[in-house]
């Protein structure tokens, strides 16, 4: 009987994929006269946390995808809200803090549930 022991990696590097393309979503504000206006800001806060999270990734072995499903869910639902349906600029916004601080709580609870299991 063999122990195979399952690789989620593949599916955590979608979910970094799918975290940047949701940054550049955000970024790439459209401007009428200019074409698209790049919110550096704005691609920095939401890229931040997967960058994090890929760096973990290696680490967190069997644990990794919940983590990075909830960072994602949260910042495709800032982004859909605060950008795609109501968006009116970014001041005030709080795309530039709440990954930032999904990532702060997310990220330690993964990584200390994962020292425990070993």
């Known amino acids: 009987m063999t122990n195979t022991i399952r690789d ?15 940054a550049a979503v955000a970024a790439l504000v459209p401007q009428y006269a200019i074409g698209f206006k790049l919110e550096v800001g704005v691609l ?9 999270y890929g760096a973990l990734s290696e680490s967190l072995r069997g644990a990794a995808l919940l983590p990075g499903l909830i960072l994602l869910m949260v910042n495709v639902a800032l982004v859909a809200r605060e950008r795609l349906l ?8 709080p795309i530039y ?22």
């Open 8 to 22: 989620d990696r593949p599916i955590a590097y979608v979910i970094i994929l799918l975290g940047l393309v949701n």
């Open 44 to 52: 920095l806060a939401l890229i931040t946390p997967f960058i994090v």
């Open 86 to 93: 109501a968006y009116d600029g970014y001041d005030g916004s």
């Open 97 to 118: 803090w709440l990954p930032l601080l999904t990532a702060a709580v997310v990220l330690p609870i993964a990584y200390a549930r994962r020292s425990q299991g070993d």
